[in-house]
């Protein structure tokens, strides 16, 4: 096992960051048992696979992109248990949403920031996709019980992907890079925080359904490109 380095401490401040967050805001406010376990259990997963991860990849530099984006974690792990609290009892909403727009707000900084500061990397992106969609994944079970069980299927659709391509080896060839994908999750993003809110329901439905709609054509999109890429390999392999 590879030791643990200085730079390897980062993840372990925001697990601490994020527990002492959710300690105060579950004392301040009374919230039930069961959401602040929810909270210290996404923050534990994420942080001990994020650790993992730089062992693999030998990381020197955590990078500034990467604590926007650990800063985002922590704002998700918090809104995981508010989610997992609303199910056994009533949670302050305007709690949830003041800590989901930032969620989505600093999901146009860490991209940038690491664009400016010359730290992107491969890591950082798929840490930042991971948050991303356990985001919606969340927001998404908060507001079906209102909105009907389709809504899932915002939340759902990656992991559904992810899991074809265990099934699928060719499901895991890397996609080309499209800005259009950062706008379809900004608009999951929006939709889902609205719904939340409460506020104009009727509004709320049919953005989560334009959103829905836009998520599927995305992901219909990628997947035609899969099944285009084998079909011209085979092809080409039926001809050698």
Same mark, same amino acid.
């Given at each position: ?75 998700? +792990? !918090?809104?995981?248990? %508010?989610? =997992?609290?609303?199910? *056994?009892?009533? $949670?302050? /909403? ?94 999951? +993003? !929006?939709?889902?925080? %609205?719904? =939340?809110?409460?506020? *104009?329901?009727? $509004?709320? /439905? ?35």
């Amino acid at each position: 096992m590879i030791p643990l380095k200085k730079v390897q401490l980062a993840p372990i401040g925001f697990t601490a960051l994020g527990a002492a967050a959710v300690a105060a805001i579950w004392v301040g406010f009374g919230l039930p048992a069961i959401g602040w376990i929810a909270s210290l259990g996404y923050l534990l997963v994420c942080n001990v696979l994020l650790l993992r991860a730089m062992q693999r990849r030998r990381t020197r530099h955590f990078g500034w992109a990467n604590v926007v984006t650990s800063t985002r974690s922590v704002l998700v +792990g !918090i809104i995981t248990g %508010l989610v =997992a609290a609303s199910f *056994v009892a009533p $949670i302050p /909403v305007p709690l949830l949403v003041g800590l989901t727009v930032p969620a989505l707000a600093l999901d146009a900084v860490d991209g940038w920031v690491a664009r400016r500061t010359g730290t992107a990397t491969e890591l950082g992106a798929h840490f930042d996709m991971e948050v991303d969609a356990f985001l919606l994944l969340v927001l998404s079970a908060y507001v079906a019980p209102t909105l009907g069980l389709w809504v899932l299927a915002i939340g759902l659709m990656r992991y559904v992907f992810l899991a074809a391509g265990w099934v699928l080896p060719w499901f895991r060839r890397q996609l080309p890079r499209r800005y259009w994908r950062k706008v379809v999750t900004a608009v999951q +993003g !929006i939709a889902l925080a %609205l719904a =939340a809110s409460g506020w *104009v329901p009727a $509004i709320a /439905v049919v953005f989560v359904a334009v959103a829905l709609a836009l998520l599927v054509e995305s992901f219909g999109r990628d997947v035609l490109w899969l099944v285009r890429r084998r079909s011209a390999r085979k092809g080409s392999m039926s001809r050698v």
